[in-house]
Each structure stands twice: as structure tokens, then as C-alpha cells.
T-cell receptor, first 114, second 110 residues
Framework: NAGVMQNPRHLVRRRGQEARLRCSPM?????VYWYRQLPEEGLKFMVY????????ESGMPKERFSAEFPKEGPSILRIQQVVRGDSAAYFC????????????FGPGTRLTVT | SQQGEEDPQALSIQEGENATMNCSYK?????LQWYRQNSGRGLVHLIL?????REKHSGRLRVTLDTSKKSSSLLITASRAADTASYFC??????????FGAGTTVTVRA
């Protein structure tokens, strides 16, 4: 059973470009969570999604950030008009149900904004 | 603000020694979890301790939880070079949100 997959693993964008980060949950998992890790800090919750639904986006910046988890395909975290402060590692986790007990983390996408 | 705060921020020990790190948190929890992150990599789940448990063991890991002091400790015994990593505690103030501290960076010297 493959784990949580994220791609790309590294992404470099210039200021003002768009960044798209993908997360494929573990097989059988219908709950996806995105977390952001700034340098030298712990992970911060961004958003919790189920298939076709955003359950909690309280950790997402109000502007430029959006997330989706369509019926088919991976979950996408989209950052429009990136700025240097968006440089961070973005981790996706998935679980079979909406609890913290069984969140399995992917390897992360490291975004660098130049 | 972060729910969990690890202490110390960094720890350097000799191979074979024990490493102890602490985590303090602010609000009541259902569970507390410890994760390991090797440099530039993802998170590896180490152990979960429930709020009604006081101590838990897993291999060379020992975790304690004191809910009256809102604190937890992680002990790694007989450390190895492969234990070099950052260690994070994570609490669950909400059912599905994990709240992480800034981590303790452990360096094990050969």
C-alpha cells in the first residue's frame, strides 16, 4: 500500500507566479489535511478537506491560497502570485476518518520563491 | 500561538547516551503524539499517548504524560547516529487538527 504521495518534491517559483502542489492520499483515505512548515518552525494546520468538500480552512491565508480535493484525482493546494514569505515546506496528510489518530504524512513539497 | 513547545531547542549527545526532551502545552488534550523529522524529509510518527495514560514505551522510546502540568517527555535510550533528527510533539486541541511545537533538534555524535 503506497503511502501519501506529494509532487513535486521541490518547486521553485518567481515572485508573482502560481504554485500548484499535489497530494495523493493513501488508498482508502478520503480525508486530507495540509500543513505548512516555515524554516525553523513546527507544522501549522492550513486546511482539512474531504472529497469535494472543504471542512475547515481556518489556517489558510485569506488571499491567494486555495485548496480542493475533487471526486477524482489528487488534492491540490494552489498559491497564486507567490511572494518570498510563501517559501516553506508544505505537507499533506491523509486519514481514513476525520481524526488526528491516523494522520499519515507525505514527504512534503519544498517551495522556494525567488 | 503554538500549542506545544519543546525544550530544549537543540541537544547534542554522544552515541550510546540517552536523550530527553520535553513538551509543554496550553489547553486540554485528548492525545499527544511525538514525530521525528530527518533533515529535509517528511514526518515519521513515533508514538501516541492518550490523555488517560501516564507512560508508554515503544522500543527505545519512552514517553510520559503529566496532564496536571500539561507536559510530556520523550526519552530515547542508547542513542544511535540514525536518531539524529528533529523531534516534534503534537497535540490535538481540535479533533482533526494537530498543533505542533517548534521541535527539538537532536544530534548524536559518533
Amino acid at each position: 500500500n503506497a503511502g501519501v504521495m506529494q509532487n513535486p518534491r521541490h518547486l521553485v517559483r518567481r515572485r508573482g507566479q502560481e504554485a500548484r502542489l499535489r497530494c495523493s492520499p493513501m488508498k482508502g483515505h478520503s480525508h486530507v489535511y495540509w500543513y505548512r512548515q516555515l524554516p525553523e518552525e513546527g507544522l501549522k494546520f492550513m486546511v482539512y478537506l474531504q472529497k469535494e468538500n472543504i471542512i475547515d480552512e481556518s489556517g489558510m491565508p485569506k488571499e491567494r491560497f486555495s485548496a480542493e480535493f475533487p471526486k477524482e484525482g489528487p488534492s491540490i493546494l494552489r498559491i497564486q502570485q507567490v511572494v518570498r514569505g510563501d517559501s516553506a515546506a508544505y505537507f499533506c496528510a491523509s486519514s481514513p476518518s476525520g481524526t488526528v489518530y491516523e494522520q499519515y504524512f507525505g514527504p512534503g513539497t519544498r517551495l522556494t520563491v525567488t | 500561538s503554538q500549542q506545544g513547545e519543546e525544550d530544549p531547542q537543540a541537544l547534542s549527545i554522544q552515541e550510546g547516551e540517552n536523550a530527553t526532551m520535553n513538551c509543554s502545552y496550553k489547553t486540554s488534550i485528548n492525545n499527544l503524539q511525538w514525530y521525528r523529522q530527518n533533515s529535509g524529509r517528511g514526518l515519521v510518527h513515533l508514538i501516541l499517548i492518550r490523555s488517560n495514560e501516564r507512560e508508554k514505551h515503544s522500543g527505545r522510546l519512552r514517553v510520559t504524560l503529566d496532564t496536571s502540568k500539561k507536559s510530556s517527555s520523550l526519552l530515547i535510550t542508547a542513542s544511535r547516529a540514525a536518531d539524529t533528527a528533529s523531534y516534534f510533539c503534537a497535540t490535538d486541541p481540535d479533533d482533526y487538527k494537530l498543533s505542533f511545537g517548534a521541535g527539538t533538534t537532536v544530534t548524536v555524535r559518533a
